[in-house]
């Protein structure tokens, strides 16, 4: 009753009020919430997946993980957000497969998440990223530009790596501009 509820409420202050309410009844035990994950309104499923982030129970995690492949790039972004909290710092490997979706939106919601997270392993993920082929260039600036922000060796030594490049493609010389950036912003 409460999801339908939700379903149908138009204003957000309540539907802010029934998602706390449903993380709270779901807390001990998600799965009879993540039943609803498939509901074919993109809205419902999408705040499915934001009560079931917050019961912070492990069984909310493989439901919400499986969204990471939902037609709705809205519901995707949720998950994202969702997982944070349920994965603690596992997260980072899920926010750095968000870099790789084809929607814009998704992707900047993971930079926005890993910019965001205290979690060590974070440069680790970052610092590996920008090897890989199947991210795209503005991703990899942002990742350079969320590296510039943290302050350890490791990270200082790959962004001067990068920015004494010598390499003659456009994207090469765009990521080194933005790795000499990020080292002087950092100074």
Do not use: C, F, M
Not at 7 to 15: G, I, Q, S
Not at 75 to 90: F, H, K, M
Not at 98 to 115: I, M, N, P, S, W
Request: hydrophobic letters at 45%; charged letters at 30%; proline letters at 3%.
């Amino acid at each position: 009753q409460l999801v339908e509820q939700l379903a149908d409420e138009e204003n957000p202050a309540y539907r802010r009020v029934l998602i706390d309410v449903l993380a709270e009844t779901a807390r001990r035990n998600p799965r009879p919430l993540a039943a609803h994950l498939a509901d074919s309104r993109w809205y419902v499923v999408r705040n499915i997946a934001i009560a079931l982030g917050r019961t912070g129970h492990r069984h909310a995690t493989g439901p919400v993980r499986a969204l990471l492949k939902h037609d709705d790039h809205r519901v995707r972004i949720e998950a994202l957000r969702a997982l944070v909290p349920l994965l603690r710092q596992d997260s980072v490997n899920v926010l750095l497969e968000g870099l790789r979706d084809h929607h814009e939106r998704v992707r900047q919601a993971a930079l926005t998440l890993l910019r965001s997270s205290e979690d060590e392993s974070v440069e680790a993920g970052l610092l590996e990223a920008l090897d890989t082929a199947d991210i795209g260039i503005a991703e990899k600036k942002k990742l350079i530009e969320i590296l510039g922000s943290r302050r350890s060796e490791a990270v200082r030594a790959a962004l001067e790596r990068i920015a004494g490049s010598k390499a003659l493609r456009s994207a090469a010389r765009e990521l080194r501009d933005a790795a000499r950036q990020a080292l002087e912003d950092a100074t």
